[in-house]
């Protein structure tokens, strides 16, 4: 189960796929360039392939248990987020004025993604403490952010969402948990909070909790949750650890993957919490960063993904099994047209969801970091627009791809000592969380496509139009020929796609969100390959006809699956909603 | 975690998809009319939702354990079998002259059907001794099948089949179990066989295990291969049982899914066994009853997609969360247009994979007891043609269809006591066991297609034909638009897919194997749902426009695709070979 990191495949594209450039060229990168990234990935990737990969089976043979009042980690965790956080991976893009590096979240996309594929279910706690650093960074008050901000972002305490609760998952508006003003700044929190990762532990000496709760005078819905800080342990002034805090885990859910990540069931008993923001503010409060959560979801798909497919490549190379054709001796397996081809395509389809999840991270350092200032408006709403895509394209592509690795190993892939399934159940959760890809295409459909009528689309239209330009230009020196063919006819399928969503009614709209994600994600994982490819060329790179062999498989096998969502959303909806209910049952 | 068995659809498609007044129109089948089949399907929908489903969740709970020599299997087995046993589900097709009810096995593709659907892991053990009793009585000598035919066709005793060995799965040339002839007419068998299915248990009294061994002179490879009988538990010729054979379980595998199936390494140390059919002709024995294991195998995958599906809508039907498009008040998921659609898809593609399971099936019927030479011929040739797609689709379509249940289910999918999970898990292992789908995708193209110059593929093609001028009569009564439409262009892909592959050399042909039975199979599963949409409206059936709603949907969603594996067959082979192997590790 060795795991190499994926390190020129992440390099390349963030070098000819992403606008690094201009991303570097912000003022707040003065200080980084692309021999410094390249030096940060190699770095990320003997971390990953030596300290943490080597736990990941551990802490899914070994679940974190609880005991009493707290939970015990998986073996080796605990050695593992050590390392992690002495190395100060955790600060990474995490601006420089609460100490991070400050460095671009492109870059972070690619170290993360080493990460989550040598250990998902520990990669979920300092993804969690990020988030909540970043929410308590913009909004708590200067005492709260003294007092707590240090510490999480040097990673020494983690960070955990409360969020959900039985009766309110994907809408978080009949949260129930209730929050009492003590009088005295602080506020009574109680109830109970389901599915909180990271919610209790034994790897940091403390855990810093944000949970949203109900003031007693908010209105009902979702405009009436609060966000509170509610620590662990009590920090007194001096930032001394104290008491422990009313409340606890009281039960571990037991789950189908990422078995090392403790997913908590939390009881509140008029814990003691902080307000963090505005009063009834909450939800807009965690949303700040949902944007990047979301698109670091992505990242843990194509993470799995990748490590599934390393897991079958090996496994593939060393199976003798059989006689491949035109061969005189019995050989490995990947000899085999077949399994080769889903080499191939495994290979493909986790370039171009990493695709987008890297222009995704560019795109949100642009809009925070691009001096000027229609570039970063013109950013934040690529970066809203991609966001989705990313989080649903990237999470499927890993379920995806994991089973195929399951596939690959044969009867061995089901046999759980090997590891292959163990990504296949890991990977999962990723379509779930942070919003249901359902939910993402939603999004994109509703706020992202409708709402600005359809402009974000077109700006990223120009731009495959762009790089139908640019493939062209380097189809002199270097066979493109099946990639302009099929990135002439994505286009063509994204237009045609893109009106009818924009003129169709909100119901209709929203039965083909899916099938519309899905089709313009086919069409831009495969066109910002060839972006990278064309880029590559014009720099002189040097595997940038190794980057082409995986952009023309890309866009005869994936690119061409956009015609087939093209023609369910030209008859689609109303397939939908003509199915009558009562025959869901049988006939 | 309720199941009802879907009789009316399956019941629809017997009627209307399969050719089913031509099977019941040989003389095996005179005893044999739709209201007799009704009623064995409406009591085996009783069975399989009361017997059986309840003891599904337990056996994944509580897998098998290995108790010194001795399976003890799960909580709630035995009764649920000895229940199959006395209800004589078990043999429902079995010929007549071995004690069997001789129906037709379109029957059986429907009841065990529900069975899989109720407890597949519980399913296999009579599925294999089906196929172990088939295999006796087509070779073994008279003295052998008189001993132990009966018991197993009754289902008193049980069969295991012992092929694999860690270096001879898919190819089973490398067999090295080996058999010494002891001189009185049995043999002495050493070796150690892993992967076998229900290979030990306490469900029934004796096992009756069909073993691949090598005589000491045999030659190398499959050719050299001999298949040999050996009972757990010796019989005299009374019929009593004696001492234990000489081979144990000494291992039970740790899995991913159907944890109630026990799947033993078994130790064979100078077992005694009896030689069934000639020396060194065992791997064709065994591949007598491959069409019908193949065949039972994507019929499973339908099942548990089944399965999950149903937990789906259940959940569906329960969950509030969220507003609905147009809605006033907060209303259970199944309101939303995205959840509706995968709920539509998911039965849509289940109806599709059945389809070509029960055309499957209905051909086997044909093959063997028509009147008419040439139509059992014809039949046979049709059989052997969809067996693999039969497989593989249906197999894929469950692995699909449980990950979409997943994610109706939100957070509580990921989360195991729901059950969700269990679906996942089980569906995986039906692309892998009797020859993994990238096996199934050769034999189709190889042995299927070209072999006979493409004889076999288009007599199909004709039958496409035949589908679209009845669904072009049925227009005028039954809006057909959509399904012409995909119909049209459907049978046009395969017929230019089907070229691509028959002037393919071998290596492109093999290639282009999976993406061109997936293209066959998005389409004839649409055809076959078409078909039973008019000879539904002929018949006047009452149920034929909710079969209607289905096969619109399948030929907006699912047909389509066909398009996209094209596009891949145009181009792809080419993609497949020029992609350097060295560059699969990173760029």
């Known amino acids: 189960m060795t795991f190499t990191a994926p390190k020129n495949t992440i390099e390349f594209l963030l070098n000819h796929s992403v606008d690094i450039d201009e991303v570097l060229a912000a003022p707040a990168f003065a200080d980084t360039n692309r021999d410094l990234i390249s030096d940060i990935l190699s770095g990320a990737a ?21 005991d009493g009042d707290d939970v015990k980690s998986s073996p080796g965790f605990k050695g593992a987020y050590d390392a992690f956080v002495d190395a100060a991976w955790l600060s990474l893009a995490t601006a420089p004025e609460i100490g991070g590096m400050g460095l671009p979240q492109v870059v972070k996309a690619g170290t993360d993604e080493m990460f989550y594929a040598a250990n998902m279910a520990l990669g979920l706690c300092p993804m969690l403490t990020s988030s909540a650093a970043k929410a308590i960074h913009a ?47 602080t506020y009574a929190i109680s109830g109970q909070k389901i599915y909180i990762t990271w919610g209790d532990h034994d790897i940091a000496d403390n855990i810093i909790h944000l949970v949203l709760a109900r003031l007693p005078d908010a209105p009902e819905g979702s405009k009436g949750i609060s966000l509170f800080l509610c ?76 490590r599934a497919y390393q897991a079958a490549l090996i496994y593939a190379n060393e199976r003798v099994q059989g006689r491949a054709i035109n061969a005189e001796a019995d050989a490995p397996i990947i000899a085999h047209p077949d399994v080769r081809r889903n080499l191939i395509d495994m290979k493909a389809r986790l370039a171009g969801a990493r695709a987008i999840c890297m222009a995704t991270a560019a795109a949100g350092d642009l809009a925070v970091h691009a001096e000027d200032e229609d570039v970063r408006k013109a950013s934040h709403t690529r970066e809203t627009l991609l966001t989705p895509i990313a989080k649903s394209y990237g999470s499927d592509t890993g379920v995806d791809v ?158 061409p699956r956009a015609d087939a969502h093209l023609n369910f959303l030209r008859g689609g909806a109303k397939a939908v909603f003509d199915f009558p209910m009562d025959q869901l049952a049988d006939l």
Chains 1, 2 share one sequence.
Request: net charge negative.
């Open 139 to 185: 909004h708590a008050n200067d005492d709260v952010k003294a007092k707590y901000l240090p510490k999480m972002v040097n990673g020494e305490w983690t960070g955990a969402m409360c969020l959900t609760e039985p009766q309110a998952g994907s809408d978080l508006g009949p949260v129930r948990t209730k929050a009492i003003d003590n009088g005295d700044g």
């Open 402 to 559: 994991s089973s195929i690795g399951v596939q690959i190993h044969g009867g061995m892939g089901f046999v759980e000592e090997t590891g292959a399934a163990q990504h296949y159940r890991d990977s999962r959760i990723a379509p779930i969380y942070e919003g249901t890809n359902g939910i993402q295409a939603m999004d994109l459909v509703g706020r992202k496509l409708r709402r600005d009528g359809g402009e974000g689309m077109k700006a990223l239209i120009d731009d495959l139009e762009a790089i139908l330009i640019l493939a062209n230009k380097t189809n002199e020196t270097l066979d493109m020929n099946a990639c302009i063919h099929a990135l002439k006819n994505g286009i063509e399928t994204v237009k045609t796609a893109t009106d009818i969503m924009l003129n169709a009614d909100d119901a209709n709209a929203l039965a083909g969100a899916t099938p519309y994600l899905n089709l313009v994600a086919d069409v831009i994982s495969g066109a910002f390959l060839i972006k990278a490819v064309a880029n590559g060329a014009l720099a002189g790179d040097a595997l940038t006809e190794n980057m082409a062999s995986l952009a023309r498989y890309h866009a005869l096998s994936v690119m």
């Open 231 to 306: 620590p662990k342990v009590f920090v007194d002034d001096a930032g001394n650890l104290g008491e422990r805090n009313s409340f606890k885990p009281i039960g571990l859910e037991h789950k189908l993957g990422i078995h090392g990540s403790p997913t908590c069931v939390m009881e509140f008993n008029k814990a003691t919490g902080w307000l963090v923001g505005e009063p009834n503010r909450g939800l807009s409060c965690m949303f700040t960063m949902m944007n990047e959560a979301r698109l670091f979801v992505g990242v843990q798909g194509v993470a799995i993904g990748e």
């Open 46 to 66: 003997d971390f990953a392939e030596n300290v943490w990969a080597p736990t990941n089976w551990s802490g899914d043979q070994n679940p974190a248990t609880l």
